[in-house]
Nanobody
Framework: QLQFEESGGGLVQPGESLRLSCVLSRWSLLYYSVGWFRQVPGRDREGVSCISSTDDTTYYDDSVKGRFTISRDNAKNTVYLQMDNLKPEDTGIYYC???????????????WGHGTQVTVSS
């Protein structure tokens, strides 16, 4: 199973920005489509944004379109999520996993990392 390590979360005020990073260990990122998934208490993890392995096709949930940007650096084995104009409803724990890009869903039961906590509050 792929193992990702997430970082970059924090406590910010509404309207501020964060950049999350997700590093894949032991395998080359080159061959994998990857997604960012958000966990909120009482709800299942949901796909926020995904990026393909080949042509950088991307998917964004409607709630983050125009505010979040996903990108990847295969040389660094890293996927990024630039989060701008953050809102309180963006609060949650963010995880990376291999994903189907079309609807930003999990490709297989992942080995979840620790995630990174994002809290947006005034």
């Amino acid at each position: 199973q792929l193992q990702f390590e997430e970082s970059g979360g924090g406590l910010v005020q509404p309207g501020e920005s964060l950049r999350l990073s997700c590093v894949l260990s032991r395998w080359s990122l080159l061959y994998y489509s990857v997604g960012w998934f958000r966990q909120v208490p009482g709800r299942d993890r949901e796909g926020v944004s995904c990026i393909s392995s080949t042509d950088d096709t991307t998917y964004y949930d409607d709630s983050v379109k125009g505010r979040f940007t996903i990108s990847r650096d295969n040389a660094k084995n890293t996927v990024y999520l630039q989060m701008d104009n953050l809102k309180p409803e963006d609060t949650g724990i963010y995880y990376c996993a291999e994903a189907w890009v079309s609807l930003c869903t999990l490709k297989s039961p992942p080995s979840w990392g620790h995630g990174t906590q994002v809290t947006v509050s005034s």
